[in-house]
């Protein structure tokens, strides 16, 4: 009689991104040196032909994999799962894997290929998208550097980091314009990139029955205030977040249709799309989330002690708030 093996839990991925400056590396070597018992798996991507980033890792025990022929973001993604395959077939199992793209990075296409390789996807879960912020000199580069509005679009955790440098006041505004472009991330202070290990490690940012979160965050942004060292000009974001909140039944096929439309045709603008709904005649919630135009859904935990609803939210470029809630309408039962 042939003894099965148990079926390996999938290794969880974080992508670990943020413009510039803003304390990627300095959160890196917290994580590795931190006691948390994980082997961790980091891989760097340097931009340019000169390594710099690899040698201000510090020393560990961790396997650290270099990329520096381009942007992980655009010409090299063939690169990263070839070091991603490489690291499955490895004897030694390691427990978490970290993407460190470059500060000019968009974490877009990273997150799609954990969507697109279905041969990764049987194996490693993303677990979600960490993004460290500069508090100090974001408001310099929010308006003019769309990459900038990008990594904070697609995080499920924002480190808002250097607050030392910055007032109370000036801080509350700039959680309030963060808000604005991300309506469900969420948002630790922190100096030095000091922030516990259990606030970006094992979030669960996609996983498809963690959606509590999204039930109780409310959809409905801060408002956007000034930011220190940002002029007017810089305070229209082209970047946003539109979220949609509605109790009643969808007809399925509709919802199904008006989705799948809609990330076809504006799936290029639509950075990240999450939600949970309310199905006529399913028992359960349909819970779903997407990245540009790829989509993936699925039942969730059952609605238990809450009462079935609709909750959706868009995270985008110039996205049309009434044209989506309209949109939305139509797939009512």
């Known amino acids: ?12 991925v974080t992508v670990l991104t943020g413009f510039l400056g803003s304390g990627k590396t300095t959160l890196l070597n917290r994580i590795l040196t931190e006691q948390h018992g994980l082997k961790i798996a980091v891989i760097e991507n340097e ?10 890792v510090v020393e560990t025990d961790e396997e650290v994999f270099e990329m520096n022929n381009g942007c992980i973001c655009c010409s090299v993604r063939g690169d990263l799962i070839r070091i ?5 077939r490895r004897k030694q199992r390691f427990d978490h894997i970290l993407i460190e793209t470059t500060g000019l990075a968009d974490p877009g296409p990273v997150i799609q290929t954990f969507f697109m390789d279905q041969e990764l996807a049987g194996q490693l879960q993303l677990d979600g998208v960490v993004t460290v912020v500069d508090a100090k000199h974001v408001g310099l580069h929010l308006g003019e550097a769309p990459e900038v509005q990008e990594q904070i679009a697609f995080a499920d955790v924002i480190v808002l980091n250097k607050t ?12 309030g314009r963060i808000g604005g472009l991300n309506a469900v991330a969420t948002v630790h202070r922190a100096q030095n990139a000091e922030i516990p290990i259990a606030e970006v490690l094992g979030i669960g940012g996609y996983d498809l029955q963690r959606h509590d979160a999204l039930v109780d965050r409310p959809l409905v942004p801060a408002p956007t205030g000034e930011l ?13 977040s539109v979220g949609i909140a509605t109790d009643g039944e969808l007809d399925a096929e509709r919802f199904h249709e008006w989705l ?25 919630p349909w819970v779903f989330q997407g990245v540009h135009m790829l989509l993936s859904g699925e ?18 470029r110039n996205l049309d708030r009434a044209g989506l809630e309209a949109g939305f309408r139509t797939c009512l039962a």
């Open 1 to 12: 009689m042939t003894t099965l093996e148990p079926e390996l839990a999938k290794v969880p």
């Open 47 to 56: 931009y340019g032909e000169i390594s710099i980033d690899h040698d201000l």
């Open 84 to 88: 991603l395959g490489q690291i499955l």
């Open 164 to 175: 030392d440098l910055v007032d109370e006041a000036d801080l509350d505004a700039l959680e």
């Open 228 to 240: 220190p060292m940002a002029s007017p000009a810089r305070h229209d974001d082209a970047v946003g």
């Open 260 to 284: 799948s439309t809609l990330l076809q045709e504006q799936g290029e603008d639509i950075f990240r799309s999450k939600g949970i709904v309310n199905l006529q005649g399913e028992e359960d």
């Open 299 to 316: 039942h969730g935990r059952p609605w238990g002690a809450a009462p079935p609803t609709n909750r959706l939210v868009f995270i985008g």
